[in-house]
């Protein structure tokens, strides 16, 4: 019952006046810095750091995490809208959020999008409510082998990915993961793969490169060659019909949200993973898992939900290493940590029991952030719809503009704008040739947390693979390892599953 | 009471600036954002440290445009320092030292970086040290009271140390310790020293060589413990964890310096300017307490004493790492 008295506590503090004008006004920022490409929650609480230090810390982190809430909520906007990811938390979010809007139902991807992340976002502040402590417990046993068995299971998830042309999907994969060897490697620090020495390479290549110039540029491309640029985007009127519509469609995706919701805050609790990785392990299994897994990609309102539930999930699980280990479970959440430590506080198993307004603070805020979230999203969607109305001939310049910025903001080198335009026409070139794009962009993200775990296990092991498969010493590896191997075995079976499953049914 | 100090350095400071203005040419005021270049990831010492001169700056006003810091975290310094030596004059952007700049340039020929050329040494501000810490409940280290226990279980066993990178700070005091006591250990490179604190707690490694700062949280809830502190003399915030000189190891002596440099080729103007600021930043009351109640010795050095410190400091790194392997 103490984590009632506290949890009301908390939601007490988050209404006090100032605390809720930041959180208003924090949501509000995150929306538009979600929205914008290449401006994700990152960039957007780094820059806001500064101002936290004339507030006290419970203010400060209210205002923060409801920006880096608001921004996994402002990333959907864009991906329906333009097709342009608006943060690396988004990219899931494209594959199947922009057919939608294309077949002229961005308002179901658009509510889709809102009420998983609202799901996504409850659920998780709920788990984090009751568990914390425990779930503290699973984030420090989960190690090196533990995350490279996720990896795995990440993995064997995209081969499903693509349809049924394995061959094609695992090509797509293979190009993403060595586009993420390229940089500095992880164990020795040494260059690898520096073409033509260009130190623009150094740094290796960020992902919302490839996802900006694939979806951003390939896919305008692609729209001029069909259509020459008479594009009509779609007809669109919201009445009470559409809403109605948009509402009924997300009756077909709760498996989506239990995914999301709960895969979602689970891979957030753990560290260095965070909310994009979360994203795009939830949209793969939502598809691998889903009965009718074949129209994935080609607009579902479940394909929307399950992404952006989970990075909702997830941003709030990444709080939990932060605060009671003090370490970050995401990028954003390293530089809260940051900011914690410079407002004095020690993030650590014993900032529960030491500030337990800050704590409890934070946590009631994630409530109401939430509810404010959803109730903005709602009641912008006929001003986001309003985009949809501007001729292709004006909107492909300003996507443009956006997908250059996008590319350039995350390093600030013009490097990158290079690659993202090169990436945009290889992407293109992939389409056209009927290869899957998205398996790519997944394992440049997870291309490099698969090789470090990796690396780090085989040098615990002696070299020896027997640690992923131990189950007296490491369990969890273990059992993960063997749902990846099932994972992974499925797509080669589905087919003649599906086939014998329906025969049954049908006899 | 601080307000007037802080007045007063900032006058002091103004004044610095002024006076250096009527030899040369017109003072040096940022026209931009400046870039504070991080060679290592978000949650490690070096982030911290920049973070916390970025909002002392920011929230007392010591510079017209904001700092803005940047993580580089590639390659132990490397994708850093190669950005920075291409930012040669740039009067917007400066770096933090972790110190990878005095290790990566050897180990790294193929990047071609002279430390003495390719950077102009501003301030130091801070010295850090390096703790020996194991987790209070080790499976591996159980019965470890002391240091010489510690020594002598490591002696006959391969115990896993988790560190921040490969030819990194601790990685070079493993080494160190290895020619001084004849144990060897299997290093385990993790993210950034919170990831480091958190793979001890959770029973991956066995010991760590990690900063204060990075292992306070779980210091001050008593999941882990220090065994002995690589310095002269005890720290006021670990009271009771012995000095190396007080365990008779004197040659157990390790700092790692938190000094920031300009890119090589700015003006003197420039130089003075961030000296100035960095000057007012080290004396501010906020910034103080903050790495004082952190276990960080504060030790400003500038000019002509930094420079030598940092030629000694490269000298010893090349001989660590010569005798590594």
């Known amino acids: 019952m103490d984590v009632f008295i506290l949890l009301l506590e908390g939601i007490f503090v988050s209404f006090e006046p100032l605390n809720l004008g930041l959180l208003v006004f924090g949501c509000l920022i995150g929306l538009f810095v979600g929205a914008m490409p290449g401006l994700g929650s990152v960039n957007g609480v780094a820059i806001l750091i500064p101002i936290t230090f004339i507030i006290p810390p419970t203010a400060a982190i209210i205002f923060l995490a409801a920006v880096y809430y608001g921004a996994m909520y402002g990333g959907a906007i864009s991906s329906v809208m333009l097709g342009i990811p608006g943060a690396s938390t988004a990219v899931a979010t494209v594959f199947d959020g922009r057919p939608l809007a294309v077949k002229g139902e961005a308002m179901t991807a658009l509510t889709a999008a809102a009420v998983g992340s609202f799901v996504g976002g409850t659920v998780s502040v709920i788990l984090f409510t009751l568990f914390a402590p425990p779930l503290a417990e699973v984030a420090l046993r989960f190690n090196a082998p533990e995350t490279f068995a996720l990896m795995v299971m990440a993995f064997a998830t995209f081969v499903g990915l693509g349809g049924d042309d394995v061959p094609k999907t695992i090509f797509s994969i293979l190009i993403g993961l060595a586009l993420s060897t390229i940089g500095l490697d992880l164990i020795t620090g040494k260059p690898r793969l520096i073409f033509f020495n260009i130190p623009g390479f150094l740094h290796g290549i960020n992902f919302l490169v490839l996802a900006i110039g694939i979806y951003g540029i390939g896919e305008m491309l692609w729209t001029l060659e069909e259509t020459k640029g008479k594009v009509q985007m779609s007809k669109l009127s919201v009445n009470m019909k559409e809403v109605g519509r948009a509402f009924g469609a997300l009756k077909k995706t709760i498996m989506a949200m239990n995914i999301g919701s709960f895969l979602g805050f689970f891979v957030g609790i753990l560290p260095a993973a965070g909310a994009t990785p979360a994203s795009l392990m939830s949209y793969g299994i939502t598809k691998q898992l889903s009965k009718n897994s074949k129209e994935f990609g080609s607009g579902v309102p479940a394909g929307v939900v399950a992404p952006e539930c989970a990075n909702n999930s997830a941003s709030t699980g990444s709080m939990l290493p932060m605060l009671t280990l003090g370490i970050p479970g995401s990028p954003t959440t390293a530089i809260l940590l940051g900011g914690m430590i410079l407002w004095g506080l020690t993030p650590g198993p014993l900032l529960f029991t030491q500030e337990p307004e800050f704590v409890w603070g934070l946590i009631g805020s994630l409530y109401i952030a939430n509810f404010f979230t959803l109730v903005l999203n709602i009641a912008l969607i006929p001003a986001f719809l309003m985009v949809l109305r501007i001729p292709f001939a004006i909107l492909a310049p300003v996507i443009f503009v956006l997908c250059v910025t996008g590319g350039y903001a995350p390093t600030q080198s013009l490097h990158d704008v290079w690659l993202m335009l090169l990436f945009g026409f290889a992407g293109y070139i992939l389409r056209k040739l009927d290869y899957p794009v998205a398996p790519a962009v997944l394992s440049i993200v997870l291309g490099p947390l698969a090789e470090k775990a990796l690396r780090q296990s085989l040098i615990l092991s002696d070299g020896s693979m027997g640690i992923f498969f131990d189950m007296a010493e490491k369990p969890i590896a273990a059992i993960i390892m063997y749902i990846a191997i099932v994972l992974l075995i499925m797509p080669a079976f589905g087919p003649l599953y599906r086939k014998l499953f329906k025969k049954a049914q049908t006899t | ?325």
Not at chain 2, 63 to 85: C, D, H, Q, R, W
Not at chain 2, 170 to 197: N, S
């Open chain 2, 1 to 325: 009471m601080s307000i007037i100090k802080k007045l007063a350095l900032v006058i002091v400071s103004l004044s610095l600036v002024a006076v250096s203005s009527v030899s040369s040419a017109k003072p040096f005021s940022p026209k931009k954002p400046i870039e504070l270049i991080i060679p290592a990831g978000q949650g490690g010492g070096a982030d911290e440290i920049a973070r916390l001169v970025q909002g002392v700056i920011e929230k007392n006003d010591y510079a017209s445009k904001p700092v803005i810091p940047i993580n580089k975290k590639g390659g132990s310094g490397g994708e850093a320092m190669t950005y920075v030596k291409k930012k040669a004059g740039d009067e917007h952007t400066l770096i933090i030292t972790l110190n990878n700049v005095l290790t990566t340039p050897v180990n790294q020929p193929e990047l071609g970086i002279d430390f003495f050329n390719d950077f102009t040494p501003l301030a130091r501000l801070i010295t850090d040290t390096f703790l020996v810490w194991i987790a209070t409940e080790g499976k591996n280290t159980q019965g470890v009271e002391t240091f010489d226990d510690f020594i002598a279980l490591a002696k006959g066993n391969g115990l896993v140390m988790g560190g921040t990178g490969s030819m990194s700070e601790d990685e070079l005091l493993l080494g160190m310790m290895r020619g001084q006591f004849g144990f060897d250990a299997k290093y385990v490179p993790y993210d950034g020293g919170g990831a480091v604190a958190k793979g001890l707690v959770g029973g991956e490694s066995d010991f760590t060589l990690n900063n204060p700062s990075e292992q306070m949280g779980f210091y001050q809830s008593g999941d882990s413990k220090a065994l002995v502190m690589m310095t002269p003399e005890r720290n006021p915030a670990f009271p009771e964890v012995p000095s190396s000189y007080e365990l008779g190891y004197p040659d157990l002596e390790y700092y790692m310096m938190r000094a920031f440099m300009a890119p090589a080729g700015v003006d003197a103007e420039v130089e003075k300017y961030y000296t100035g600021l960095l000057h007012t930043v080290y004396h501010d009351d906020e910034f103080q307490t903050f790495n004082i109640d952190d276990g960080k010795l504060m030790s400003w050095l500038e000019g002509f004493g930094l420079k030598d410190f940092l030629a000694i400091e490269y000298a010893k790194h090349g001989e660590i790492i010569k005798n590594f392997d």
